[in-house]
């Protein structure tokens, strides 16, 4: 049974009520046909409870547009969409083809801040997002009585010399569904070792971001990455209007290891609406830390929610340390996260004790 439009209804029913599923929910891949974006390929996908999403395949099949019953969550900057052709790898110009959305992906081999390592160099968070996915699969099917939608490619970080990483993704929602899962296996397919950084740029702004809203996160530890970050430590979760002059905070924590293994946040504001919610859910052991993006600048008024493998570079303090994350050849690790939208006081009162729980 699916929930939808206030009443649960079943294959047959829904069956009886429409001429193909695709009135009620499904996916649609198009092309780009104007602007930076011209040419490169999009996925709309829908739910019939609200929630659609747009994916990317040519941008390693992140997630742009996000929406909930009309109402958008990701924030999306000022550059919009941006074919992978026009992508700059040097120093901090990622940020000319940085669309925001709801998902980026950053790593394969590195994120942080441009570095060089030996005789190699990264720019700004690597080049993930900016990689185009091989085999791409949309999948829209009945499994009994649920009807799943699924994306499903695989992304290559190659270069000669170079090792090479595979990056295969799924992207699974349903009919009836207001969540949407993510998983991904990260290969080594080269002859030597290599780093595997991975971070998800995970994106939410207005009018879910707003001075009503709050960062609902169990940590066992967290430190702003500068002094003004630090100072205002204690107010990470909470937020401003749009502020002229704001300079980002950025904050690195660790989060708690609930009972399932899993790690959770939310962001939650109660004066939207009746009360909206967007919950995050992913395993400690694959992704035992997370950032907090935290920019109140007018235009750039955005909350960045980031499970990682790591903490931030640099990299050699990260090998000093022994947390850099590496794959031998042939070497697999499996990540991703679960994300969801929740509505009403009762959904609220629930997220937080899902939160607050073991």
């Given amino acids: 049974m699916a929930d939808l439009f206030g009443e649960s209804v079943s294959r047959e029913e829904l069956a009886a009520r429409v001429g193909r599923i695709e009135q009620v929910a499904g996916a649609r891949p198009f092309v780009f046909s104007e602007g930076p974006a011209r040419g490169m390929r999009g996925i709309d996908l829908w739910t019939g409870a609200g929630l659609t999403l747009t994916v990317l395949p040519d941008r390693c099949l992140d997630i742009l547009t996000a929406r909930f019953r009309g109402m958008p969550l990701a924030w999306e900057s000022a550059t919009g969409p941006v074919a992978p052709e026009r992508y700059d790898p040097e120093g901090f110009r990622w940020l000319r083809s940085f669309g925001g959305g709801l998902l980026t992906t950053c790593g394969l081999r590195h994120f942080g801040a441009p570095e060089a390592e030996g005789d190699e ?163 400690k052991d694959a992704m035992p830390y997370m950032a907090e993006w935290k920019m109140m600048g007018q235009g750039t008024y955005v909350v960045g929610i980031e499970p990682t493998t790591c903490p931030f570079p640099p990299r050699q303090g990260l090998r000093d340390r022994g947390q850099m994350p590496e794959l031998a050849t042939g070497e697999t690790r499996e990540t991703g996260f679960r994300l969801g939208v929740v509505q009403g006081p009762d959904e609220l009162d629930g997220l937080r004790a899902w939160i607050e729980g073991d």
């Avoid at 009945?142 to 595979?166: K, M, N, S």
């Avoid at 990056?167 to 780093?195: K, M, P, Q, W, Y």
């Avoid at 994106?203 to 879910?208: R, Y």
């Avoid at 660790?254 to 919950?279: Q, S």
């Fill in 121 to 283: 160099a990264w720019g700004l968070h690597g080049r993930a997002s900016n990689l185009s996915a091989d085999q791409v699969a949309v999948d829209c099917s009945w499994q009994g009585d649920a009807y799943r939608i699924a994306v499903r490619g695989h992304v290559d970080e190659a270069e000669v010399f170079r090792p090479t990483l595979r990056l295969e993704r799924t992207i699974e929602t349903a009919l009836g569904a207001c969540h949407v899962t993510v998983r991904d296996r990260v290969t080594n397919l080269g002859f030597a070792a290599s780093s595997a950084m991975l971070l998800y740029h995970i994106n939410l702004g207005w009018p879910l971001v707003s001075e009503y809203s709050e960062l609902v996160v169990a940590q066992e530890s967290i430190r702003g990455v500068t002094d003004e970050a630090q100072a205002a430590v204690d107010r990470h979760g909470r937020f401003l209007p749009p502020t002229e002059g704001f300079s980002e905070h950025t904050y690195e924590i660790e989060p708690k290891r609930y009972a399932d293994g899993t790690c959770r946040a939310a962001l939650v504001n109660p004066e939207l609406g009746n009360g909206l919610g967007v919950t995050l859910a992913w395993q």
